[in-house]
């Protein structure tokens, strides 16, 4: 049964930093390309950043170029989502997933706020 289990949100102030971890179990993670998506209140979900299975190519979402830092370790079957320079237009609940095949864990709520 595949599962994702994300942690490390939270309420941090403008400006302010967030690692992100998401562990991933029931398929073989290292053969998958992985991703992180957000969801903010009365929106799409939309997606952040990817991270190419040999880690190799990451891509993101122009809102958080610059900011944001996708990075994987293998041997832990884990995702992590880096978040510097926050600001409040990156509250949402945030997931990961494998890229082409989407299942969704509960996520984890990021709320930027002074």
């Known amino acids: 049964q595949v599962q994702f289990v994300e942690s490390g949100g939270g309420l941090v102030q403008p400006g302010g930093s967030l690692r992100l971890s998401c562990a991933a179990s029931g398929f073989t993670f290292s053969s998958f390309s992985m991703s992180w998506y957000r969801q903010a209140p009365e929106k799409e979900r939309e997606l952040v950043a990817t991270i190419s299975l040999g880690r190799a190519i990451t891509n993101y979402a122009d809102s958080v170029k610059g900011r944001f830092t996708i990075s994987r370790d293998n041997a832990r079957n884990t995702v992590y989502l880096q978040m510097n320079s926050l600001k409040p237009e990156d509250t949402a609940m945030y997931y990961c997933?494998?890229?082409?095949?989407?299942?969704w864990g509960q996520g984890t709520q990021v709320t930027v706020s002074s």
């Open positions: 997933t494998r890229t082409l095949i989407h299942n």
